[in-house]
Every structure is written in structure tokens, then in C-alpha cells.
């Protein structure tokens, strides 16, 4: 599926090819949390980072969160990447995986697959204020499911178990 995004200011557009597209997965770690501000969690959409087709390229910056390992923080391998204009988190990478790109799905443009099912995870981290809603017809997902921390399926698992892509 064609992907196309962009920032508040609109800066920064980009588009993209995925075969993950469907938002499903809500992520409440601390990183995600506060860098995206939406619910308390953050969206990640999987895409080919081979396709990927910036403008404004000169407005985007990089975030990488500090994690601590032997007791001194060292910068995490996850790129967040931002308009350095608006601030809206655009996309995520990560050089362990160079042929993957993670745009957020609050900044894509074009319309999304609707899940039948959301998977909340690292549901361990979530600020206390949050309170998740799992299950909820109300919400239109009935079969979500939570995990503490990772999901056993990675997005391409997932996305090929409930019929959003090839393979």
C-alpha cells in the first residue's frame, strides 16, 4: 500500500510503500509515550524504508532516547525522526533493520485499513493515569489483546496472520 505523510506545518511531507499499514499496535512505553503524546501510546505502521521519498528533508531531525546499560546511558540504535518546525513525530528507523521504516500512523495522510483487533503493548511502562481499554465493543476492538512488554509477532507476522499482506 502507497503511504503519505506529513507533519503539522506540513514542512515536511514523505510518502512510502508498506505492507504493514493496518494501526494496530499501540505502544506505552516511556519513549513512545512522550514523544508522541496521543493516548498515552504511539502507532507505528511498518513500510519499506527503500521507498521512502522526503520534502523537506532539511526540516527533519533525529531523536535518539538514551538508555542506561552498565549504569551510563548510551543512545538507543532507534532513530525518532521529527519536523524540526511543528515538532510531529514522523517516523522511526532502525540501522538493525535498514530495509524497515516505521512511520507513525497519526502522520499519515492517507486512509488506513480499519484492524479488527489492537494489540496494546509494553503495557508494563504505562503512566499511571492511562487506563487501557482492552476488549471494549464501545471501542470497536473486542479482541484486543495486552502484553507486558513485546508481542510474541512481529508487525509483518501479524499483518500476514489477518489477511492485510502478502506472503
Not at 508522541?36 to 527533519?60: F, K, M, P, S, W
Request: hydrophobic residues 30%.
Amino acid at each position: 500500500m502507497h503511504l503519505e505523510g506529513s507533519c503539522h506545518c506540513r514542512a515536511v511531507t514523505f510518502s512510502l510503500e508498506s505492507h504493514e499499514p493496518a494501526p494496530y499496535q499501540c505502544c506505552y512505553c516511556s519513549i513512545c509515550r512522550k514523544t508522541q503524546g496521543g493516548g498515552g501510546y504511539l502507532i507505528n505502521l511498518g513500510g519499506d524504508a527503500t521507498t521512502l521519498r522526503v520534502e523537506g528533508r532539511e526540516h527533519v531531525r533525529v531523536y535518539q532516547a538514551l538508555r542506561e546499560r552498565e549504569g551510563k546511558p548510551v543512545p538507543s540504535a532507534h532513530e525518532r525522526h521529527f519536523c524540526g518546525k511543528c515538532g510531529s513525530h514522523l517516523w522511526a528507523f532502525n540501522s538493525r533493520w535498514p530495509h524497515l521504516l516505521h512511520p507513525v500512523a497519526g502522520a499519515i495522510d492517507t486512509p488506513l485499513p480499519t484492524p479488527a483487533e489492537r494489540v496494546h503493548m509494553m503495557v508494563g511502562s504505562k503512566a499511571p493515569w492511562i487506563e487501557v481499554e482492552v476488549g471494549s465493543p464501545v471501542a470497536g476492538h473486542p479482541n484486543d489483546v495486552c502484553f507486558a512488554e513485546y508481542p510474541g509477532k512481529s508487525l509483518a507476522d501479524w499483518h500476514r496472520e489477518h489477511g492485510f499482506a502478502a506472503g
